[in-house]
Structure formats: structure tokens, C-alpha cells
């Protein structure tokens, strides 16, 4: 469903059909003119309006039906506005703009301006997507995302595609996927825009904000997709020590005596002058290698520190010969803290230094960033206090170096704290490790439960076993062309032969396994919920063809038809009937004047078969033709002229709550008419429950025309489970438009 507001579509004023007509091109206003089409497809377009003051109280409606990204400009008369604007663009295919002369006034009032996503606001909900995706995607096909399967219809929201200006929401198609409607293709979208991620293991649910400080054009400008902070925990009331710091404990931002700095990671060197950021360059005296990770704090040039902040300072990564690339944990896209740290491990004058961000809250890859070095950190039984090069360190409250030296310790051995407490740094052997989260393991003989495989080889092209906590197993070869069979749970499986079918059988068949041999057969089914559709809408093909365009619908059986290219059907029909049109396979629709017989409460309409699902109605005339009819959303109306039969109806006067049918013009999966009253006479309706009316009781008058104004006023209209319209009062002429229709 559209993100724009539906009652606002439904309710709007207007007056449709009688005078409307489609144009293309530059085009001028006519006198009897109340409604136009306008395509652009084929070059940028300007509609010019006439006068205000020629036209006090008119009303015109306005909608783009072409997808192209050519301009449709819509400019007043001269000396005129439009919503106090000089000109006013319409920018999406459906984009539907409502106007009305101010009387007395040189400016056209806007009555409703519906499918603008491009209209600028400020911290706006874009849209809803049911995933995001923090790696560059292939935009093509189902797929998995962020642990989240998606469908033909969701959305994903790419955030890190590797071309900036691809990156942002994506409907999930069969081949290339599309933008949506609120997000489409040349449209101008605003900062402060945000998409809402339903699921995910990683990225959702989540707020995730469009960053920057300008409009944007969908598809032509480079965008930055980061998580903002949506809330924050109290603070509690305790007012702490010098240098504590903050931390949320149960809930609350409490003081508590941690080293608010945090680190990044660990740079191989520091570079404290602008480098090229490829290639393997020697920085501060230091040779570099693909991965070494080097810190530029320098990249604006300044010649002393502080340095000057630049977009380019913080780690990259060395990849070799081509362009450098920031390191995962420093990743493009990703909101820095003030304060953190990085450990410098090499180099000459920046050797073993620390360098503190103090820009905090900046985007990597948009923001400028600037470093300063900060004093060595405390190392456990001491603070540094000096570093003697390769013989030992000296430490402030210990009354001797290390045991031992640099140089003499065995390979392997580290320096740290091996009996805890605050007992000075030695060396030896780490023999608890914590998670390991990157790098490259080298030991041998590592077992099963610690995650290794208690083997030193296996039988080349085997298959491995599982064998408990002890030592993984592997099967033999096995010769060309044979299957591996399972041996059930008390043995190994086993390599044999098996036969396949001679040929594909079936378009879209599968392989499955009788027990011996492989057959061919159909697939099973999707489980959908038996009310879920997307797409599969009802389409006016011409005057003897409907047609049924691409999308997924779940049936009454628990399974699902996905309709993956629309569906054409020019049945043989009847003068002035009401036809339903329902889905019975992948491929093709059943048409019948049948009513469905099962209504949409905890399931969907079919015609009493649960594979068939209804998808929508039409109706025909005298010559057995299709009425022209367009679905947007929920609401269905008619594209014809209202103001003759069967579409005009008299409401005569009467003096007692009086039953009108329109089951002739409204199907029976709809209770909710949309209709134009013109007539000078008072007149109450009942509601859809039946409730009678008795003219003036308010709790059941939902529209009236006063007497002796003679105005025209669009309304929706509640009827009985028969399409019937309880009224006192009139008399009044109804023109029906359409109908509002829950599939």
C-alpha cells in the first residue's frame, strides 16, 4: 500500500469523469476542462491554466500517467500562483494534484497533492522495508538478506552498494529489481528522510536515516545510509566522582570508574604527513604490505599538530598495488565516537602511540575527522614510564624491569600480567584465549570441541563424517556418477548408483527421491497466509479484455500462485452484468458473474473452490463491452460519463426510511459506494450495519446535500451486505464513481 495518506485519496473534492480528457505535450487549459491525463513520455511538458479570476470556484484534477523522468511543469496564468508558488512540478507516474479557483482572489488553491514522495520534509518517514543490507547486493532475484528471505514484492534497503548512488530502497523482483513509488527514480528526496527496517539479525528492526544536508535526486546523486540513536536511557540521580565516567546499568546512565575511551583497533604505523592512499608506501620508516592498516592523521597537510580535520584521516587498509580501503571495524557509512582510540605497533617516531578522534558523531567517508596522540594506556602491573628499546621496559610502580628481555625470550612468548592481581608483567605462554574474532589459525591437532577436527588429513575428494567429540571422519571417493545414501542413524552413509529421468519432464519440475532413484516431479507449494497479496490487481485492457499483472497472492488451501507476467483474458460476456474475475493457477484467471462465496474474514474471496482467489470485478454495458474501470489502492472507479444511465440514479423524496439498490453497479465484495449528489433537497443514509435512518438523528446522517444549494459533493456511501442504500428524505440524483473494495 501507498505510504500516502488514503483518506485523503478516498475523500478528496473533486468532480471526475464528465469532462476529462488525456493530452500529451505543451498544452493550454480549456474552458470545459475538469479533469486531464497528462503524458510527458514523449519530452518535458508545461500545462498552462487559465485565469482565477475567470474561474472563482472551479475545481480541476490533474494526473501524470507516463514513468519517464521528462519534467511536467504545471504553470498559472500570468499574475497568478498556484499553492503561492510561481509553478509547481508533478513528478511520478500517478501522481495526482487537486486545484480549486480562490474566489475573488489571482491564486489556485491545492486541494490534495497525492504519490509526491518527492515533496521536501524534514525527518519524514520514507517507507517500510522488510530488511537492509550493510554489503554490496546483486539487485536481481529472491534472495536472502541479513538472515531475512525476501519475496517478490518486499522491500530491502541497500545501504552499502559500491556505486553511492544505487544504494537506498529496492522492490524485490523475479529479475532487476525496481524502486518503489515513494522512492522512485528521478524523484527529489530530502535530508532528514528515514526507512523503517522491520527484520533482520544485524541491521533491523531499525531507524535507518537518509545522511546529509541536501536534496537529493533517486538514482542520479551519491547517498549515505546510517543508524541513528533513537533513544536514550534516564540518568540516574547519583551524582558521581571526579573522572568517572557514564555507562547504562538496568536502564539507567549510572557513573562508574571506566576509561570512557574506547578502542578501534590496532594500526601497523602512523602516517603524520598526506600520503597517496594506494599502493605499499613506507610510512614513519616503515615498509607496508597488503593489510597492513595505517593511520593517516595528516591527510589536509598541516604542517605541525594539532592537525587539521579531513575527510580522508583514520585507518585504511593496505590491499596491495590498487586503492587502499578503510578496515571492517573503521568500515564507510559507519557513526564514529569522540574519544575512541588506535594503537599505533610500528614505525619510528609514532612508535607504539596512541591516537585519540576528538570529532565526534562523524560519518566515515562523509565527515572530516581529527586525531591527536594521547599518553601510553595502563599495561597492568604498572604505567609505562619508559620504553629502553629491545632490554625491558621500566615501570612506575614496580622496583624492577621484567624478567628477562625482549631479545631472549623463546618464539611464542608474550608479555602480560599471568598471575592477575596487580603483580608486575612477565613473560610466557597465553593458555586462555577469549572469542577470536578475525585472523588466521596456525596450530595443529586441534579437537572437536574447541572447534577443530582432531585430524591431521583426510582421504582426498571424500566427504566428512560426524563422530560426537571424537576425530571427524571422511568417506571414501567414490566413483563418476554415484550418490551419496544415508545410512540412517546408526551407520556411515555410503556411495551406489542411482538413475535419473531421461528427460526434464515438466517445465519448473524438481528432483526428488523415490527411495532408490531420482524422479521427476512438481514442487511443492510456497505457504503463504491465506489473506496475503501483493500485486495480482485487476487491469481495463480494452472493451472486450481484462488482464491480471504480476504478484503473489496466498489461497484459502494454504498454498500460493506467484504470477510472474501478466495475465490476458477476453472472456465471452453478457449485456449489463457484474462479472468476478479469480486467479486458478500461476498463469490463468476464471471469469464469472457468481459472486464469491466466502468473504474476507480470516480468509480469501474464492468462488467456493479454496485454489481459485479473487483478484476483482467489472462490469458491462448494453453491448455486452467492458466499462472502462482503474483500481488504485482499495478504491475501483469508473472512467466513463457518470451523467447518464446506468450511472445516474434518482433518489426520489420520501417520507420514510426507503431501501435503494445498486447491486446492478456495486459488486458484492464491496458495502462502501463512492458517489457524486446533486439536488436541492435534504437527505439522511443509514450505515452499513442497517441502521435506519430518521431524518436529523446525527448518529446515522453520514452525508447530506442542504436544500436550495444545489452544490455537487463527492462522498463515500455506506450500503447493506446487498448493496442496498437505506435514505430518508431527497429527492437528489446520485452519480456513482466507483467503489472502495478490501481484496
Aim: proline letters at 5%; hydrophobic letters at 35%; charged letters at 10%.
Amino acid at each position: 500500500m501507498s505510504r500516502f495518506n488514503i483518506s485523503a485519496q478516498i475523500f478528496r473534492q473533486a468532480i471526475p469523469d464528465p469532462n476529462w480528457s488525456d493530452v500529451a505535450g505543451d498544452y493550454t487549459l480549456a474552458a470545459l476542462d475538469d479533469g486531464l491525463g497528462l503524458d510527458a513520455g514523449s519530452g518535458n511538458m508545461t500545462l498552462t491554466l487559465t485565469s482565477v479570476a475567470a474561474s472563482p470556484g472551479r475545481v480541476l484534477v490533474f494526473e501524470r500517467q507516463d514513468n519517464s523522468a521528462n519534467t511536467l511543469t504545471i504553470t498559472p496564468y500570468a499574475g497568478d500562483t498556484i499553492g503561492g508558488l510561481a509553478s509547481l512540478q508533478l513528478y511520478n507516474q500517478g501522481e495526482c494534484l487537486t486545484l480549486r479557483g480562490d474566489a475573488g482572489n489571482t491564486n489556485w488553491v491545492v486541494v490534495s497533492h497525492d504519490g509526491a514522495p518527492s515533496t521536501p520534509s524534514t525527518s519524514t518517514q520514507l517507507g517500510t522495508a522488510k530488511a537492509a543490507a550493510s554489503t554490496n547486493l546483486t539487485l536481481s532475484g529472491t534472495q536472502t538478506v541479513d538472515g531475512v528471505g525476501l519475496l517478490v514484492g518486499d522491500i530491502c534497503l541497500a545501504t552499502s552498494q559500491a556505486t553511492a548512488k544505487d544504494r537506498g530502497p529496492y522492490v524485490v523482483q523475479s529479475g532487476a529489481w525496481t524502486r518503489p513509488s515513494w522512492y522512485a527514480t528521478g524523484a527529489v528526496i530530502a535530508p532528514g528522510g528515514y526507512v523503517v527496517v522491520e527484520r533482520g539479525s544485524q541491521n533491523g528492526p531499525a531507524l535507518w536515516l537518509m545522511h546529509g544536508s541536501v536534496n537529493i535526486t533517486v538514482d542520479t546523486t551519491a547517498t549515505v545510509w546510517v543508524q541513528p540513536q533513537v533513544g536514550l536511557p534516564s540518568i540516574s540521580t547519583g551524582g558521581g566522582s571526579n573522572g568517572q565516567v557514564l555507562e547504562i546499568i538496568s536502564g539507567e546512565w549510572t557513573p562508574t570508574n571506566k576509561d570512557p575511551r574506547a578502542y578501534f583497533g590496532i594500526a601497523t604505523v602512523t602516517a603524520t604527513s598526506a600520503i597517496t592512499l594506494s599502493g605499499t608506501p613506507t610510512v614513519d620508516g616503515t615498509g607496508t604490505s597488503a593489510g597492513s592498516i595505517i593511520l593517516a592523521v595528516n591527510q589536509g597537510g598541516t604542517g605541525s599538530p594539532p592537525y587539521a580535520a579531513h575527510v580522508d584521516n583514520g585507518p585504511w587498509q593496505v590491499t596491495g598495488a590498487g586503492a587502499m580501503v578503510r578496515p571492517y571495524w573503521y568500515a564507510t557509512g559507519a557513526i564514529v565516537s569522540y574519544g575512541s582510540l588506535v594503537f599505533t605497533g610500528q614505525g619510528t617516531a609514532e612508535l607504539q602511540t596512541s591516537w585519540e578522534l576528538v570529532t565526534g558523531g562523524a560519518v566515515v567517508g562523509t565527515d572530516p575527522t581529527a586525531w591527536i596522540v594521547v599518553s601510553p594506556a595502563n599495561l597492568g602491573g604498572g604505567t609505562v614510564t619508559s620504553i629502553s628499546g629491545p632490554t625491558g621496559i621500566t615501570w612506575a610502580t614496580a622496583t624492577t624491569t621484567p624478567a628477562g628481555s625482549w631479545a631472549s625470550q623463546t618464539s611464542g612468548y608474550v608479555l602480560g600480567n599471568m598471575t592477575g592481581g596487580s603483580a608486575t608483567p612477565t613473560f610466557g605462554l597465553i593458555t586462555i584465549l577469549g572469542t577470536i574474532g578475525t585472523g588466521v589459525w596456525n596450530g595443529t591437532g586441534i579437537t572437536v570441541p574447541y572447534g577443530g577436527t582432531g585430524a591431521a588429513s583426510f582421504t582426498a575428494h571424500g566427504v566428512m563424517l560426524g563422530n560426537g567429540a571424537s576425530a571427524l571422519g571422511v568417506t571414501a571417493a567414490g566413483s563418476a556418477g554415484q550418490v551419496l545414501r544415508s545410512g540412517g542413524g546408526s551407520a556411515d552413509p555410503t556411495w551406489s548408483t542411482a538413475t535419473y529421468p531421461a528427460t526434464a519432464g515438466t517445465s519448473g519440475n524438481v528432483l526428488t527421491s523415490d527411495g532408490t532413484n531420482f524422479v521427476s516431479s512438481s514442487p511443492a507449494a510456497t505457504a503463504l497466509p491465506s489473506d496475503y497479496i501483493s500485486g495480482c490487481n485487476l487491469l481495463y485492457s480494452s472493451t472486450t479484455q481484462i488482464q491480471v499483472n504480476t504478484g503473489t497472492v496466498g489461497l484459502a488451501n494454504g498454498l500460493s500462485y506467484t504470477v510472474a507476467s501478466v495475465i490476458s483474458n477476453s472472456p465471452t460476456l453478457a449485456a449489463s452484468t457484474l462479472y468476478y474475475v479469480f486467479l486458478t493457477s500461476n498463469s490463468a484467471v476464471t471469469v464469472s458473474s457468481t459472486a464469491p462465496s466466502n468473504n474476507y474474514q480470516g480468509s480469501a474471496w474464492n468462488d467456493g473452490t479454496t485454489s481459485h482467489r479473487y483478484v476483482g470485478s467489472f462490469l458491462t454495458d448494453a453491448s455486452a463491452h467492458i466499462y472502462k474501470f482503474q483500481r488504485v489502492g482499495n478504491e475501483v472507479r469508473y472512467k466513463v460519463d457518470i451523467a447518464s444511465s446506468p450511472f445516474a440514479v434518482t433518489l426520489a423524496n420520501v417520507g420514510t426510511s426507503t431501501s435503494k439498490s445498486f447491486s446492478s453497479l456495486i459488486p458484492a465484495t464491496s458495502t462502501r459506494m463512492l458517489a457524486i449528489l446533486s439536488g436541492v433537497a435534504t437527505i439522511s443514509f443509514g450505515t452499513s450495519d442497517g441502521t435506519t435512518p430518521s431524518g436529523g438523528h446525527g448518529d446515522v446522517i453520514i452525508a447530506s446535500v442542504a436544500a436550495g444549494t444545489g452544490a455537487y459533493t463527492q462522498n463515500t456511501l455506506n450500503l447493506n451486505s446487498s448493496q442496498a442504500l437505506l435514505y430518508f428524505g431527497g429527492a437528489i440524483t446520485a452519480f456513482v464513481i466507483g467503489y472502495l473494495e478490501d481484496r
